[in-house]
């Protein structure tokens, strides 16, 4: 591989490593919606806090290793 096409697949790489991240986004987004629902039938106020602390603790984790993923991946491409 030359080292053009080796920058093309990092770009790509970091291009799905963000779409990953989007997603995961998304999914916290409509978790926290569900849980303002819950709150407004009735669940207590401080649940639905700890749940969405629990949805953030989550998120930031698979976010971690998506970038930890990429960083490792990177690596393997730029290396000959």
């Known amino acids: 591989l030359t080292e ?8 790509q790489s970091r291009a799905e490593c963000e ?5 995961i986004r ?3 987004k409509d978790t926290n919606n569900d849980l ?4 407004k039938e009735g669940a207590s106020e401080d649940a639905v ?4 602390d629990e ?8 976010i971690k290793k998506i970038e930890d993923v990429l960083k490792a991946k990177e690596n393997e ?3 000959i």
Do not use: N, P
């Not at 779409?19 to 997603?23: A, D, I, L, M």
């Not at 806090?49 to 969405?52: L, M, Q, R, Y």
């Not at 949805?55 to 698979?62: E, G, R």
């Open 4 to 11: 053009d096409r080796r920058k093309d697949l990092v770009k």
């Open 19 to 23: 779409h990953g991240k989007v997603g």
């Open 26 to 28: 998304a999914a916290r």
């Open 36 to 39: 303002k629902k819950l709150q």
């Open 49 to 52: 806090k700890g749940a969405e």
């Open 55 to 62: 949805v953030q603790k989550i998120t930031d984790a698979y």
């Open 77 to 79: 491409i730029m290396s």
